[in-house]
T-cell receptor, first 109, second 113 residues
Framework: QQPVQSPQAVILREGEDAVINCSSS?????VHWYRQKHGEAPVFLMILLKGGEQKGHEKISASFNEKKQQSSLYLTASQLSYSGTYFCGTEGAGNMLTFGGGTRLMVKP | NAGVTQTPKFRVLKTGQSMTLLCAQD?????MYWYRQDPGMGLRLIHYSVGEGTTAKGEVPDGYNVSRLKKQNFLLGLESAAPSQTSVYFC????????????FGSGTQLSVL
């Protein structure tokens, strides 16, 4: 079963912050985050392990609440280059890696 | 190092025709996945494999078959193409331990008329 992402779309001005949420109805081993530009393959951002880990990548960070089966991606001081569609991928039992429907992020000058 | 290579990159089929998409990786990865992505939508898992000779169904397996006869290759077959199978198909692989990132191919744009 696919994880559910929210919001579906976000419009920001440069320098603003955003949070993208991802939730699953099943127990998770890990959560992946990817960003995709139009016409390209998804690009890896980070992976979080069960255990409430929080990771950071420059001004992009994420958290994973294993008990709630939820993850959030935090984008701070957004840049034009952050525009794209963000996907969370969740790994449950059996090594199945399924993705949410995506969150379209547009950063305007 | 080529990474994950998908062939072909583009293909147009008529309804009822068959074809095979090839995914090849040169990283000795154990796990391989086939996803489809419809316009404006997320990635949906079709089939996947956790090792040579193994395959498993994903979320949307109907109308597709797969084979993993060699560790480096993962083939996706459409026996009788339908317009609903028009999509971009992505192959991806993971080394074999949990908590590794997916390495994606560049995608195959398939149109079924």
């Amino acid at each position: 079963q696919q994880p559910v992402q929210s919001p579906q779309a976000v419009i920001l001005r440069e320098g603003e912050d955003a949070v993208i949420n991802c939730s699953s109805s099943k127990a998770l081993y890990s959560v992946h985050w990817y960003r995709q530009k139009h016409g390209e393959a998804p690009v890896f951002l980070m992976i979080l392990l069960k255990g409430g880990e929080q990771k950071g990548h420059e001004k992009i960070s994420a958290s994973f609440n294993e008990k709630k089966q939820q993850s959030s991606l935090y984008l701070t001081a957004s840049q034009l280059s952050y525009s794209g569609t963000y996907f969370c991928g969740t790994e449950g039992a059996g090594n199945m890696l399924t993705f949410g429907g995506g969150t379209r992020l547009m950063v305007k000058p | 190092n080529a990474g994950v290579t998908q062939t072909p990159k583009f293909r147009v089929l008529k309804t009822g025709q068959s074809m095979t998409l090839l995914c090849a990786q040169d990283m000795n990865h154990e796990y391989m996945y086939w996803y489809r992505q419809d316009p404006g939508m997320g990635l949906r898992l079709i089939h996947y494999s956790v090792g040579e000779g193994t395959t498993a169904k994903g979320e949307v397996p109907d109308g597709y078959n797969v084979s993993r006869l060699k560790k480096q290759n993962f083939l996706l077959g459409l026996e009788s193409a339908a317009p609903s199978q028009t999509s971009v198909y992505f192959c991806a692989s993971i080394p074999g331990t949990r908590n590794e990132k997916l390495f994606f191919g560049s995608g195959t744009q398939l149109s079924v008329l």
